[in-house]
């Protein structure tokens, strides 16, 4: 079965702490994504990547930055968390089909900035 | 400003009654697929379309596709306790390139039984 992994299921963190949120995926895909889910405002796309170490920015990349050192583990980072960051960080990895992407998404994080 | 537009954003049925959610937009789609999340996990792929018109069917859910990939729409037929949760669509433009896929907000339904 396909597993996308996210390190933690909730985190509370404090304003002004950096933090890490790790992905792992084990299907070899080369696509990986790290959406925000709001409610009311859906899943709104930070960043993807195609390739290891290489990233684009999504549609609200401020404020967060990612790394992607080996296939399988995409990391999102919060350099310095704001309150306005509290949200539920979903991590998602692809393969192309004949009819588009195909994501896969993991369970999420839960995050709290206090 | 959603690119997609969900409606309606809640839903609440009795088991065995039929329902539709919609999924509109002003933009044109190269495809458009549809997800379910159920509480506290993440969205799962249900179908993807292509085609302007498209209809496709899993089981109780019938998908379709605008003439004008400009919308979509999902229908569930005897719905069941089992349907119960937050149905997204998401879509790419034709203007867009690979990895821009956008999600609407969504529309929660609940199934009770």
């Known amino acids: 079965d396909v597993k996308v992994t996210q390190s933690s299921r909730y985190l509370v963190k404090r304003t002004g702490e950096k933090v890490f949120l790790e992905c792992v995926q084990d299907m070899d895909h080369e696509n990986m994504f790290w959406y925000r889910q709001d409610p009311g405002l859906g899943l709104r796309l930070i960043y993807f990547s195609y390739d290891v170490k290489m990233k684009e920015k999504g549609d609200i990349p401020e404020g967060y930055s990612v790394s992607r050192e080996k296939k399988e583990r995409f990391s999102l980072i919060l350099e310095s968390a704001s309150t306005n960051q509290t949200s539920m960080y979903l991590c998602a990895s692809s393969f192309e089909t004949g009819s588009g992407e195909k994501l896969f998404f993991g369970s999420g994080t839960q995050l709290s900035v206090l | 400003t959603q690119l997609l537009e969900q409606s309606p954003q809640f839903l609440s049925i009795q088991e065995g009654e039929n329902l539709t959610v919609y999924c509109n937009s002003s933009s044109v789609f190269s495809s458009l697929q549809w997800y379910r999340q159920e509480p506290g996990e993440g969205p799962v792929l249900l179908v993807t379309?292509?085609?302007?018109?498209e209809v496709k069917k899993l089981k109780r859910l019938t998908f379709q596709f605008g003439d004008a990939r400009k919308d979509s729409s999902l229908h569930i037929t005897a719905a069941q306790p089992g349907d119960t949760g937050l149905y997204l669509c998401?879509?790419?433009?034709?203007?867009?390139?690979?990895?821009?896929?956008?999600f609407g907000a969504g529309t929660q339904v609940v199934v009770t039984p």
């Open positions: 998401a879509a790419t433009k034709t203007t867009d390139s690979w990895g821009k896929l956008q």
């Open positions: 379309v292509v085609t302007g018109g």
